[in-house]
């Protein structure tokens, strides 16, 4: 048998959910067939390779695999399989081979052949590369798929390789008229994906430009990426990205354009000189080359897979290593030349991209030309929210001009809204080191606060305030004035300072007013809008101000200030309606994406997701959002903030569930970053040893998380009714209880905390009757939350239970059942004790009722939702869940209802 090609990366990234539907089709003890298509390189054997490791030992593996012309050589697949099985017997083999013999018979005799080596014993046939197939092999593939038994029969192929000419395309026809076939495609990694392989490979998360640049290069092939790898030792990611290509790859690589007419070879040739966008116009022109003749190349560079097109009239190659391996055996002024025609042709044009034109311009060695494009092209990729690409344009102007403040200016803001914190903070240092102006100065300084606070500079943070601050004493009455009391509310209010936040944004208002500033009037009006949500007393002031700038921000193309205003509307209060609540969260990705806002329209956008699965009581669905979120982020090498941005999120509901072990996995990965906010560690680690039971710890963990406390300037309400519940369970002493509730509590909390934390306390003095108004109070508080709400009710059934008022208390869990119904963990487990004590039944067991009353409703809400024709992927979209989830609930609804189809699920609950 074959061996199998393996990869450099110790893991498989990626082809998860690929490699479970095929382990479930082999487990299934079942025939079944199974296609696997893709592109050269994009990981067909190593999914297989992944496949057979899980498989049980007896069960019978057999790989064969064909090669280029095997067209030629009859049964050349199972010829392949069976080499060097002593067991396959001479005589068989030697019909399967005997030209003499009819195709019937060979036929049979290779199903012999297969049949005497698996019996009856479970197999996996794998026939690999279907596209060199011969037919004969094609046809014992159609007809081993034909067979009986406990056999997966997997083929792999490349469908652009497929022609009407060979075997495979008969027998893929055949196979989906005659068979239940699982057609699995693979596609190339994505953006994280390819993070995640250099992760695997180096041992160390990557860093964010270094699998930017690696991806684009790639183009997420994962065999072209391992081959980058294997070629440098010591695996410097970052000096990967410079690195020639190897000449094993690039050898492969110019095969696809080693036959080519001369003319062809000609226009490829100019076309790894255009870039990675190529204009037919632009391509005609440079080249010489009339519109039909240019068509014909382009049709065959098509077909043979050098070129696709993607777009109108535009093309570009397949892989940018293929442009990249052409390139290198072009001569410098042979290039250069081509790069000059294509700088005048699109000069002359005008209105050319600035990018293609500074692209050109460096080529041909014109760089006046390449610096006032980098510096146009720059502003006007920021103003359409491609940051990476604003950034790589005024970094090549820099490499000429240095010292250029309006391109520091551009790649500052460029590398921040791009999540590069690093070159954030150099490039905006730089700036307003050289800052010519005081409006220059003014607006670096704005942005340098909001770097420093994301990187978690905090020192830099005061000092950055104190020169606002100098400056604004020199400055007259005016937009730079305006504009740098912007910034030392935004300093304010992101350190936690909320007093003057207000000060500082009111006076830059009255300037903005005075001056007719719209653009500070705006950023002002964010800063007290978000400085005003984050108080109790003043949210419903705050959550109105930025609701009404937010149409004002889009309209005047102030799409970083419109996501701000939008994130803070997601975190605060949330609306009463989901449905607000979703639009929210999707208009602020919207704009963020508007912006090039990368770190609000993707690692915010997946918080805000959780925060609307924990707004319909939905344990899992959060958990899955933030997993889903972290998976993405975590094999980048990111800093300050962005540093496992959602592990203390995840690592909370994670105790929630019950789930210790992944919350103490999770305590390690945090304490090994730089900078965590003090009370980080020592919270997670309190709670969590509360919950595991272990008293010394949380007594030692608790003195250093009040210590910590001293140091913040805010106080989290939710928190203190998490970490308090965790001190209730372990037991603590009534004097740390007081301790804690001085600590954790102030009096920007939220009112219906405050109350719920003393209504804890209160029942845990036994003073019941104190604690049950308490609890009823804010039984219906809209800030709590539907989970925290069914805690409050059950709190109360304990209280009435405590005076002997059973039927009141037993009202009081009927009420907190469909709340805490997508629940887990010790929420779910108080709720059940106090069913036991009432002597109900517990809350899982089968329902006593049927039909749609028997729904809950989230489930009544899915099912409404399928009545109106929604798959799952559609049910996941509109809920913010996973399709896994939508399926647990379609599952749970058929079985509520007594249905086995989503039809009759329209039928009995339709829109009632």
Aim: aromatic share 4%; with cysteine; net charge negative.
């Amino acid at each position: 048998m074959r061996t199998i090609r393996g990869g450099a990366s110790p893991v498989m990234i990626g082809r998860e959910s690929e490699l479970r539907r095929l382990a479930q089709l082999a487990s299934a003890h079942a025939p079944a067939v199974a296609l696997i298509a893709g592109e050269p390189g994009i990981g067909k054997t190593r999914l297989v390779h992944e496949l057979l490791a899980t498989v049980p030992a007896e069960t019978v593996v057999l790989v064969g695999q064909a090669e280029p012309g095997s067209l030629s050589r009859p049964y050349e697949v199972l010829l392949d399989a069976i080499d060097g099985r002593p067991e396959v017997d001479e005589e068989q083999l030697a019909a399967l081979a005997d030209p003499r013999r009819s195709p019937v018979e060979r036929l049979h005799t290779g199903l012999a052949i297969l049949a005497d080596l698996i019996g009856d014993a479970p197999a996996v046939i794998f026939f690999e590369d279907l596209h060199w197939a011969d037919s004969e092999s094609a046809a014992l593939f159609e007809r081993i798929a034909d067979q009986r038994g406990p056999r997966l029969l997997i083929g792999t192929y490349r469908p652009d390789e497929v022609t009407r000419r060979q075997p495979v395309a008969g027998l893929l026809a055949r196979m989906e008229r005659r068979h239940a076939v699982t057609h699995v495609r693979l596609d190339r990694l994505t953006p994280a994906q390819t993070a995640a392989l250099l992760a695997a490979v180096t041992g160390a998360p990557a860093p964010l430009r270094a699998a930017t640049a690696l991806h684009h290069r790639t183009g997420g092939n994962p065999f072209f990426l391992e081959e980058l790898l294997r070629a440098l030792p010591g695996y410097d990611v970052e000096a990967l990205v410079e690195q020639p290509l190897p000449w094993s790859l690039a050898d492969v690589l110019r095969r696809q354009v080693d036959d080519l007419e001369p003319l062809s070879h000609r226009i490829v040739e100019a076309a790894t000189v255009l870039g990675h966008r190529i204009p037919f116009d632009l391509l005609a022109d440079v080249t010489g080359t009339g519109e039909e003749e240019l068509i014909a190349v382009l049709r065959d560079l098509v077909t043979r897979g050098v070129l696709v097109e993607s777009g109108e009239d535009e093309f570009a190659f397949r892989h940018a290593l293929v442009r990249e391996a052409i390139a290198d055996q072009m001569l410098g002024r042979q290039r250069r030349r081509l790069h000059e025609a294509a700088l005048d042709v699109l000069v002359t044009g005008g209105k050319s991209d600035p990018a293609m034109v500074a692209h050109h311009a460096r080529g041909a060695g014109r760089y006046d030309d390449m610096i006032a494009a980098a510096r146009r092209g720059t502003a006007l990729y920021l103003s359409i929210g491609s940051a990476y690409q604003a950034l790589q344009l005024a970094e090549m102007g820099l490499d000429e001009v240095p010292d250029d403040t309006d391109l520091l200016a551009g790649a500052a803001r460029a590398a921040w809204l791009a999540g590069l914190l690093d070159d954030a903070l150099r490039y905006g240092r730089r700036w307003r080191d050289l800052a010519s102006t005081t409006t220059d100065r003014a607006e670096s300084l704005y942005l340098l606060v909001r770097i420093a606070w994301e990187s978690r500079e905090t020192a830099e943070m005061r000092a950055l305030t104190h020169d606002i601050e100098t400056l604004i004493a020199q400055l007259p009455p005016g937009a730079d004035q305006a504009r740098a009391m912007t910034a030392i509310a935004q300093s304010a209010y992101l350190r936690d300072d909320l007093d003057a936040a207000l000060l500082w944004s009111d006076r830059a208002l009255a300037l903005a007013d005075e001056f007719d500033l719209p653009s500070v009037r705006l950023a002002a009006l964010v800063e007290k809008g978000s400085t005003l949500i984050d108080r109790s007393q003043t949210a419903v002031a705050g959550r109105e101000m930025l609701s009404a700038l937010v149409d004002e921000a889009e309209k005047a193309g102030e799409w970083v200030l419109a996501a701000r205003a939008l994130n803070n509307l997601v975190q605060g209060e949330p609306p009463t309606s989901p449905a607000e609540h979703a639009e929210i969260l999707e208009r602020m990705r919207a704009a963020a994406e508007r912006a090039g806002f990368e770190s609000l329209a993707v690692a915010t956008y997946f918080q805000g997701r959780a925060r609307l699965a924990l707004r319909a009581g939905d344990l899992s669905a959060a958990i899955a959002a933030l997993e889903e979120g972290r998976e993405q982020d975590r094999s980048y090498r990111r800093r300050g903030r962005w540093a496992d941005y959602h592990g203390v999120f995840l690592a909370g509901l994670y105790l929630e569930a019950g789930e210790l072990d992944r919350v103490g996995q999770l305590i390690t990965d945090l304490a090994a970053l730089p900078n965590n906010p003090p009370t980080t560690i020592p919270g997670l680690t309190f709670h969590l040893a509360c919950r595991r039971g272990d008293l010394p710890r949380a007594e030692a963990a608790l003195d250093e998380l009040i210590t910590a406390l001293a140091g913040q300037t805010w106080r989290s309400g939710e928190q203190a009714h998490d970490l308090i519940s965790a001190a209730l369970e372990i037991g603590l002493p009534a004097h740390r209880l007081d301790q804690m509730a001085a600590a954790l509590l102030d009096a920007d909390v939220w009112d219906a905390y405050r109350t719920l934390v003393d209504a804890q306390l209160a029942e845990a003095r036994g003073r019941h009757a104190e604690a049950l108004a308490g609890y009823l109070s804010v039984a219906e508080a809209h800030i709590l939350g539907p989970v925290n709400r069914g805690t409050v009710r059950v709190g109360a059934a304990r209280c009435l239970l405590a005076g002997d008022r059973r039927e009141e208390a037993t009202a009081q869990v009927a009420a907190a059942a469909p709340l805490l119904a997508e629940w887990r963990g010790w929420r779910v487990a108080q709720l059940a004790q106090v069913r036991a004590r009432l002597g109900m039944a517990p809350a899982d067991a089968p329902p006593a009722v049927t039909g749609p009353a028997a729904l809950t409703p989230r489930e009544r809400e899915v099912a409404v939702l399928i009545s109106d024709g929604l798959t799952n992927a559609e049910l996941a979209r509109r809920l913010y869940i996973s399709p896994k989830t939508a399926a647990i609930h379609v599952s749970n609804i058929l079985r509520k209802l007594g249905v086995s189809s989503r039809t009759e699920v329209g039928d009995l609950v339709g829109r009632r």
